[in-house]
């Protein structure tokens, strides 16, 4: 038994010298794809993206969001949290919202899934220019529905609710 002990020691070593470590002294290993510390641009930024375009003489906005499905994204992370593949969270208490929590959003006089036209999110921005990429790593997102005063004015952006991403 000895005898079998010290040779399975031996090259059990050797093959953890043999295998590439993500750890270097006072670097932290933040994506996939090798990029560190070293390459972080934003930690964290917060930015807002349209994803309808509200303003029908805006042929600019028209041509960006060109590819956009919005009817699919917004589909899909509602599907997601009713199945409870996604934890919705409340935006400003930033508590959990139930399943319960999140019909009741929907029953809301002012709110329908066809009025959001906003996407936020919360990401770390990586860059390396050695190899060629930029890396966003998105930690949360936020959609927003328009709200319209009576007279049809558009009065500004709800958000409904925080979808945090875990890894």
């Known amino acids: 038994m000895k005898q079998l002990f010290t040779p399975l020691v031996l090259i059990i070593l050797f093959f953890a010298g043999c295998v590439e470590t993500k750890v270097q002294e006072g670097v932290i290993v933040l994506s996939e794809k090798g990029l560190s510390t070293d390459n972080l641009l934003a930690d964290t930024i917060v930015y807002s993206v349209d994803i309808i375009n509200s303003d029908t003489l805006d042929t600019w906005a028209d041509w960006r969001l060109r590819n956009m499905n919005t009817p699919k994204l917004v589909e899909e992370v509602f599907e997601n949290v009713y199945s409870g593949q996604l934890k919705a969270f409340d935006y400003f208490t930033d508590t959990a919202l139930s399943v319960e929590d999140v019909r009741n959003i929907e029953d809301t006089p002012n709110y329908a899934r066809g009025l959001i036209e906003e996407i936020q999110f919360e990401e770390t ?12 790593e998105v930690h949360s997102f936020v959609l927003a529905y328009a709200l319209y005063a009576q007279n049809g004015e558009r009065m500004g952006l709800k958000p409904v609710f925080r979808v945090r991403l875990e890894k």
């Open 125 to 136: 921005w990586l860059f390396s220019p050695e190899q060629q990429i930029f890396h966003k």
